[in-house]
Structure formats: C-alpha cells, structure tokens
C-alpha cells in the first residue's frame, strides 16, 4: 500500500538553529500538508500545499516557517530559528482530492534543545 | 477556531464492544474522519463519513454522525487487543484542513 515517507525519525536541534524536515507524499497526491503534534496536546494544522503554492496555513505557520516542492517528489518544511516550543511531532500528509482522508506519514519527532 | 471534543479514556474487554463519542462545531463540516495512532505510529486513517449520511458501516466500524448535534461516535465490534490505540475524530473546514479532537486513548483487556 503506498505511504508517505518522512525523514529523519527524531531529529534533535540547538536552539536558534534551522531545520529542514523531509516528506515523499504519495506520488500521485496533489495535496500536500503539515500537522504538528505538542506532547499531550492536539494534532494542529500548519500549512497546505496545492498546485506549487501554499493554499492556506495557520497561525502557527509564522515568518519562522516555510514549505518548499524542490524536486517533484519531496515535500519540505523549514523553520528557520527553532524555538524551545517548537519541539514536537511534525507529521506530513497527502491527499489525492483533498476531501476522502488524507495519508499521514510517520511523523518526526523534533526536540529542541 | 473550530473545537472537536473528545473524551480522553476508554477500557473494554477483547471481544466486546466499544464506543468512542466526539463533538464538533462546524456545522459546514462536510468530510468528518476517524483516525487511529499506535504508539510510534503514525495518524492511520480508519473510515470517513459525508455529511449527507447518518450511518456508515465498514466491516467491524460503524460511524454514527448525528447533524443536529454535532455529535459523531465510532463503535468497534468485536474489539481485539490490535485495537488498542488513540483514536481521534476531526473534521474538515475551511478550504482544506482538518481539525483534530484530543483524542481517546482505547485499551484492550485481553
């Protein structure tokens, strides 16, 4: 069955360093997204991705974050300058239509130290 | 924002069933899901159900949507120790997200 692939597993970073975290969506997906997971908290949405652009993020997806198609296959997120309270599980989906569910990868777990 | 509530625990024995309740806010909701996480996993989707419908039937899962309530619930029969995960319920609104409740944490009792 086809599955969305994220890199690394668990990713540990100083604050005030730049991560990127790394998605293979399912190759014929169209719609991509970001979702975050806070220890003990909610699955929260960041950002969707459609047609190389962003079509909508939240408030939590600030100036700190980006997303980035680079290649045709990989989907990218960014944060720029990590903060203490960025540290969770970073979970990437796709979606063929964007309605019937979408596929969610594994996830990374981000630790900021 | 939009607000999907969840109760947090459940405890059934493998063999019966159980029932997970969530509570949404956007009436416009048209997709409403049922996902499933193992420990280390992942947000594995287990069904979805369109608004236009009440019941949703799936081999052991059947998804209850009650619209005027805004009340959606998940019965698994027949629960085996595999069903022993987090189970959370969201709805899609907006242009293209989805919102997520806390989730239910469901142990099997062998």
């Known amino acids: 069955e086809p599955e969305v692939t994220q890199t690394p597993s668990h990713q540990v970073t100083q604050m005030g360093q730049e991560v990127i975290l790394r998605c293979v969506p399912i190759?014929?997906?169209?719609?991509f997204y970001w979702y975050r997971q806070i220890l003990g908290q909610k699955v929260e949405f960041l950002v969707s991705?459609?047609?190389?652009?962003?079509?909508?993020k939240s408030e939590i997806f600030d100036d700190q974050f980006s997303v980035e198609r680079p290649d045709g296959s990989n989907f990218t997120l960014k944060i720029r300058s990590t903060k203490l309270e960025d540290s969770a599980m970073y979970f990437c989906?796709?979606?063929?239509?964007?309605?019937?569910?979408?596929?969610f990868g594994s996830g990374t777990r981000l630790t900021v130290v | 924002g939009e607000d999907v509530e969840q109760s947090l625990f459940l405890s059934v024995r493998e063999g019966d069933s159980s029932v997970i309740n969530c509570t949404y806010t956007d009436s416009s909701s048209t997709y409403l899901y049922w996902y499933k996480q193992e420990p280390g996993a992942g947000l594995q989707l287990l069904t979805y159900i369109f608004s236009n419908m009440d019941m949703k039937q799936d081999q052991r899962l059947t998804v209850l949507l009650n619209k005027k309530d805004k009340h959606l619930s998940l019965r698994i029969a027949d629960t085996q120790t595999g069903d022993s995960a987090i189970y959370f319920c969201a709805e899609h609104y907006g242009n293209n997200r989805l919102a997520f409740g806390k989730g239910n944490q469901v142990v099997v009792i062998p």
């Open positions: 190759s014929n997906h169209l719609y």
């Open positions: 989906a796709s979606s063929e239509t964007g309605r019937e569910g979408y596929t």
């Open positions: 991705f459609y047609n190389n652009e962003i079509s909508e």
